[in-house]
């Protein structure tokens, strides 16, 4: 996996067909503006590469943090330019927002569900790179926070877009943005941000989603991918144009020869051998 690890990535894959993306840049995974990028061009790649992945685990190489965050001696932030003009300053400082925003929404345009399992603190930056996730495990141990307005901004990298729709309380997203106070993993499991705690820390916790993580990777990755997809989709939109959808998907999606290959493994109570999701490898060989 070393063509896809970099200066802080560390992509692993403990598993066939499963991959685990550790977050290094010691002391404390603070995002550089160089950090983010690396962090959206590696689940672009692995999906513009064709690379047969079908579930990604993504944590932190360090026992004690998941992420302390931006780094704001680094970030990018009020660099929109050196320009007199305020509206092209602007403009400068949007395209860098809109460019750090599709970095980590990256998890979301993956084909493959990608299972995000923190420990320890999850500073201001972690809860943004949490929600474009499909499933979230926290350690017992871990500590939230949603840190920009103590530091001066509202957040804007993806906790508002994602928060009020994953917990359903809008007071409650408000309480925890205005305040910044922190919330434990209980408290985060409360809401609805994760869907399991796992007793223990950063050992424990990925050791669970790596587990996961092989269940789904042992399944149709048409299945998987498609299911992703439409629940996205649902999210998004109304249940009529969410059943509407899913009628024109799945009428193309159930001519998979992976349906057939799921029958003729539990007739003779074998294991399914399923194609890779991706053509691209194959083609790119032609």
Not at 80 to 98: F, V
Not at 120 to 127: A, P, S, W
Not at 166 to 187: D, Q
Request: with cysteine; aromatic share 6%; glycine share 6%.
């Amino acid at each position: 996996m070393s063509q896809y690890s970099s200066k802080w990535l560390k992509v692993t894959e403990p598993s066939p067909h499963v991959l685990l993306v550790e977050l290094a840049r010691a002391p404390v995974n603070a995002f550089s503006t160089e950090f983010w990028r690396a962090y959206g061009n590696l689940f672009d790649s692995l999906t513009q590469d064709g690379y047969d992945v079908r579930a990604l685990v993504l944590s932190s190489a360090f026992p004690k943090i998941f992420t302390a965050g931006l780094d704001l001696k680094d970030s990018g932030l009020g660099s929109g330019g050196s320009s007199q003009d305020s509206a092209r300053a602007s403009l400068a400082t949007r395209n860098m927002l809109l460019a750090f925003q599709s970095a980590i929404q990256a998890p979301e345009r993956a084909p493959f569900p990608v299972i995000v399992a923190v420990h320890g603190h999850v500073i201001g930056l972690g809860i943004d790179m949490m929600g474009p996730c499909d499933i979230r495990y926290t350690a017992s141990d871990a500590k939230f926070t949603i840190k920009e307005v103590d530091i001066g901004l509202a957040p804007d990298i993806g906790t508002l877009a994602h928060l009020p729709k994953i917990t359903g309380n809008l007071s409650l997203v408000r309480e925890l943005t205005y305040t910044s106070r922190g919330f434990s993993a209980a408290e985060a499991l409360s809401i609805g941000l994760v869907s399991r705690v796992v007793e223990g820390g950063k050992t424990e916790v990925v050791k669970e989603a790596l587990e996961l993580a092989k269940v789904i990777a042992s399944k149709s990755p048409i299945a998987v991918s498609s299911a992703k997809h439409l629940i996205t989709h649902s999210r998004d939109h109304s249940v009529p144009e969410n059943l509407a959808y899913t009628g024109a998907w799945n009428a193309h999606a159930l001519m998979t020869n992976d349906i057939a290959e799921t029958l003729r493994a539990t007739a003779q109570k074998d294991k399914a051998k399923f194609a890779p999701l991706s053509l691209t490898t194959k083609l790119s060989k032609l």
